[in-house]
């Protein structure tokens, strides 16, 4: 679908009742990856951003979001409302008390750091 297509998709989708949209891009069987670790975070930001613009309820982005820090920066941008962050929460539960502590967040990253690529 192109951009345009999506944001009258996202608009279809609000004229018909819908309360919010949620921005699933794609699956892991995509021919285009949109999950695995090489697709660099927030990589789907910009066609989030084309459907936060076509409609006037609240849209979640989600996909490669896994870092409180990129979440908060989406939102603030103006990209989304809301940010899922189901993989990194299931992995790690303790994750958003880990962003809200500077003690806690560093050793999270610490934790992180053999996992990293």
Known sequence: MTGEEVAELARR?????????N???GWHESSVPTMAAPVPRA??????????RAVGIPVMASNRINAPDVAEE??????????SM???LLADPE?????????RR???????????P
């Open 13 to 21: 989708v609000e004229a018909a009742g819908a309360d919010m949209i």
């Open 23 to 25: 921005t699933g891009i």
């Open 43 to 52: 990589a789907w930001i910009d066609a989030i951003r084309n459907v936060k």
């Open 74 to 83: 989406i939102i603030a941008s103006g990209a989304a409302d809301l940010v």
């Open 86 to 88: 189901a993989r990194p």
């Open 95 to 103: 994750r958003p008390q880990d962003a809200r502590e500077p003690r």
């Open 106 to 116: 560093d050793q999270y990253l610490h934790r992180l750091q053999p996992s990293l």
